[in-house]
């Protein structure tokens, strides 16, 4: 059975940092994809980044936010820095076994996490 659980959220001040944790086990972890997205209350989940074959991110967080992936821990990571209140969000990875097609997709992923929230005040 697949497991990802998401660690590192909590309160930060604007222009802060925060590390997310995704542990995943139950797969083939350096065979997946994976990706960050989030949620924020009264909005849709949105793509955040993902880890493939290349990097991809949202415009939104490029050159703030970088995504690394530790085959050797099954631990994909999300460094947040000069964090914004629109950041403010829960967070959630994914792991999809596709490389490089569409995974800024909701629908590529076969796995997800249950969320960390990541409040960042003004």
């Known amino acids: 059975q697949v497991h990802l659980v998401e660690s590192g959220g909590g309160l930060v001040q604007a222009g802060g940092s925060l590390r997310l944790s995704c542990a995943a086990s139950?797969?083939?972890?350096?065979?997946?994809?994976m990706g960050w997205f989030r949620q924020a209350p009264g909005k849709e989940r949105e793509f955040v980044g993902a880890s493939g074959r290349n990097t991809y991110y949202t415009n939104s967080v490029k050159g703030r936010f970088t995504i690394s992936k530790d085959n050797a821990k099954n631990t994909v990571y999300l460094q947040m820095t000069s964090l914004k209140p629109e950041d403010t969000a829960v967070y959630y990875c994914?792991?999809?076994?596709?490389?490089?097609?569409?995974?800024?997709?909701?629908?590529?992923?076969?796995?997800w996490g249950q969320g960390t929230q990541v409040t960042v005040s003004s």
């Open positions: 994914a792991a999809t076994r596709r490389t490089d097609s569409n995974l800024g997709s909701i629908r590529s992923y076969d796995y």
């Open positions: 139950g797969l083939t972890f350096s065979s997946y994809s």
